[in-house]
């Protein structure tokens, strides 16, 4: 049974999410650990408690396709997730994600700079996008939808 783990990469804040062959991708909590080592530790604690079997990391390109300033530090994080955990890894244009996360929050956004501040620092909006980042992963893979009912069609 597949169980994936959604991550979107940043130099201080790791967004994570799961999600299954049912087809749903859920938040997790965000490794904001204070240095790299704790944060893998935070990964693989999520990896063994879900016994997730692939990666799907967000993969930063510019809108053309090509790649942008932050692809070369992603290109050296995945090769670290792979020589740490030997999952395959899946990466998955993270093109507009973050703003699609700061567009879908529920409360209110933060208006102060404290709150600002507060609410970066909290990596909630990081685990929202590494939630849409594998809800698009498991779209594209056809993961929680159902085969068309052929008796419900007409001839």
Known sequence: MPSFLGI????KR???SHGDELGFAFVL?????ADSEA???HIEKEIK???????VVGYPLRLDGSRSRTTDAVDNFIGELERRFCLPVHRIDEGLTSS???SSLKRRKPRTPQERRAFTQSGELDSLAAK?????FLNSRG??????????QEA
Do not use: K, N
């Open 8 to 11: 979107d990469y940043g130099e």
């Open 14 to 16: 790791i967004g994570l």
């Open 29 to 33: 909590e965000p490794a904001t650990e």
């Open 39 to 41: 944060r893998f530790a």
């Open 49 to 55: 408690r879900h016994r997730v079997t692939d990666l």
């Open 100 to 102: 699609a996360a700061a």
């Open 132 to 136: 849409i980042i594998l809800q698009d």
């Open 143 to 152: 993961y929680g939808m159902s085969p068309p009912d052929l008796d419900d």
